[in-house]
Nanobody, 115 residues
């Protein structure tokens, strides 16, 4: 049973930066498409960014140019670098790993953007 553990959330002022990390265990990290999703209160969960096993990235329009996704196979970790954060980026951010019919989610990390 794969496990994903997020870290790096917190409170930041508008215009600030945060780096989220997700470390995978008990799964073959190298074959999984990894991603970050977010869910704001009262809203549906939405895709923020994904990265395939060969490094192909898909970035949501609402964060393109501000957020970057990367993966480190040696550390079984995927990162989300978030720059120029806006109040509307406030949400719980979830790490996701998918391979075929297998899918795993982390427990989420809160990101709050507020002055």
């Amino acid at each position: 049973q794969g496990q994903l553990a997020e870290s790096g959330g917190g409170l930041v002022q508008p215009g600030g930066s945060l780096r989220l990390s997700c470390t995978a265990s008990q799964l073959k990290f190298g074959i999984y498409t990894m991603g970050w999703y977010r869910q704001a209160p009262g809203e549906q969960r939405e895709m923020v960014a994904t990265i395939t096993s060969n490094g192909r990235r898909n970035i949501a329009d609402f964060v393109r140019g501000r957020f970057t996704i990367s993966r480190d196979g040696a550390k079984n970790t995927v990162h989300l670098q978030m720059n120029n954060l806006k109040v509307e980026d406030t949400a719980v951010y979830y790490c996701n790993g998918v391979h075929g019919s297998l899918a795993f989610w982390g427990q989420g990390t809160q990101v709050t953007v507020s002055s």
